[in-house]
């Protein structure tokens, strides 16, 4: 099973829609979690953290569900500029070290259309 | 202005010609990394640092080698690249893990395109 799991997508949505994202991860020890946006061809950027408890930042809200290992995104209101990949990240422990790195899903395309 | 530099952002080579990708930040960020991306295989780390001197391997090290002299700069060498080292590669960096394995932010260069003919 792939560390961090997402639909591929496309997704493609008019302009005023909702939709949203899901994404799995399967270390059950993780323990933050992350939703980054990129761009094509630009580098990645944080959109915004994911809390156990849910966490709304204007029109995108984030869910976290540690049972079910589930990460979830909504994009409420869609815009033509919301056209990005989303990144579902994950912070994992690497091995003895004590380290934490970060572990990036595939992504998930989102087209929005006029 | 904040921010991790990459050079050179494009590069076509031969194979077998030693390279190096020169990552910086001037963000006293402890913590920086490089990966790869590559269509359908998304991002993979290929090296992080800690702090100075401290370096380890990601998931995909096999035929890269990293330096962490200074701070602010954590190069990416290829001794001999092959084709499949063609990919977008990403430096980024972080504040560190302050307080043990918390998170912060990683911010990410503009991006490296490599060839490899």
């Known amino acids: 099973r792939k560390e961090v799991e997402q639909d591929p997508g496309p997704f493609n949505v008019p302009e005023g829609a909702t939709v949203a994202f899901n994404c799995t991860y399967s270390?059950?020890?993780?323990?933050?979690f992350f939703w980054y946006r990129q761009d094509c061809r630009k580098e990645p950027k944080l959109l915004m953290s994911?809390?156990?408890s849910g966490n709304e930042d204007g029109r995108f809200t984030a869910q976290l569900n540690r049972a079910s290992q589930y990460i979830s995104l909504l994009i409420r209101d869609s815009k033509l500029s919301d056209s990005a990949t989303y990144l579902c990240?994950?912070?994992?422990?690497?091995?003895?070290?004590?380290?934490?790195?970060?572990?990036f899903g595939k992504g998930t395309m989102l087209l929005v259309s006029p | 202005e904040a921010q991790v530099t990459q050079n050179p952002r494009y590069l076509i080579t031969v194979t077998g010609k030693k390279l190096t990708v020169t990552c910086s930040q001037n963000m006293n960020h402890e913590y920086m990394s490089w990966y790869r991306q590559d269509p359908g295989l998304g991002l993979r780390q290929i090296y992080y640092s800690m702090n100075v001197e401290v370096t380890d391997k990601g998931d995909v090290p096999e035929g890269y080698k990293v330096s962490r002299k200074e701070k602010r700069n954590f190069p990416l060498i290829l001794e001999s690249p092959s084709p499949n080292q063609t990919s977008l590669y990403f430096c980024?960096?972080?504040?560190?893990?302050?307080?043990?394995?918390?998170?912060?932010?990683?911010?990410f260069g503009p991006g490296t395109r490599l060839t490899v003919l």
């Open positions: 990240v994950v912070n994992l422990l690497r091995g003895d070290s004590g380290y934490s790195t970060l572990t």
């Open positions: 994911v809390y156990s």
């Open positions: 270390n059950s020890a993780s323990q933050s």
């Open positions: 980024a960096s972080s504040l560190g893990l302050a307080g043990g394995l918390s998170y912060n932010e990683q911010f």
